[in-house]
Nanobody, 118 residues
Framework: QAQFVESGGGLVQPGGSLTLSCAVS????????MSWYRQALGKERELVAG????????NYDDSVRGRFTISRDNSKNTLYLQMNSLKPEDTARYYC???????????WGQGTQVTVSS
């Protein structure tokens, strides 16, 4: 059973930075693409960024491209999301899952809340 444990969220002022982490267990992390998603209050969950198995290929939603960087450490079974120049519209609960553009697992972690506000 796949397990995702997201961490690193918090309250940050506009223009600030945060780095999210996602610790993964229950499957072979190094053999699958991984992605970050987010869900704002009252909205559908949306794809934010994805990364291939060895990190050589990434994709980003237009709303975060140039500000967010996805990365992974296969030796630690951990996925990261470096978020810079944060905006109030980035406020959401952030989740990770396996897969490229489509989540592979129906189970989700608890996510980590990011709130961007002055």
């Amino acid at each position: 059973q796949a397990q995702f444990v997201e961490s690193g969220g918090g309250l940050v002022q506009p223009g600030g930075s945060l780095t999210l982490s996602c610790a993964v267990s229950g499957f072979d992390f190094s053999t699958v693409a991984m992605s970050w998603y987010r869900q704002a209050l009252g909205k559908e969950r949306e794809l934010v960024a994805g990364i291939r198995m060895v990190g050589s290929d990434t994709n980003y939603d237009d709303s975060v491209r140039g500000r967010f960087t996805i990365s992974r450490d296969n030796s630690k079974n951990t996925l990261y999301l470096q978020m810079n120049s944060l905006k109030p519209e980035d406020t959401a609960r952030y989740y990770c899952n396996a897969g490229w553009r489509t989540p592979l697992w129906s189970s989700w972690g608890q996510g980590t809340q990011v709130t961007v506000s002055s």
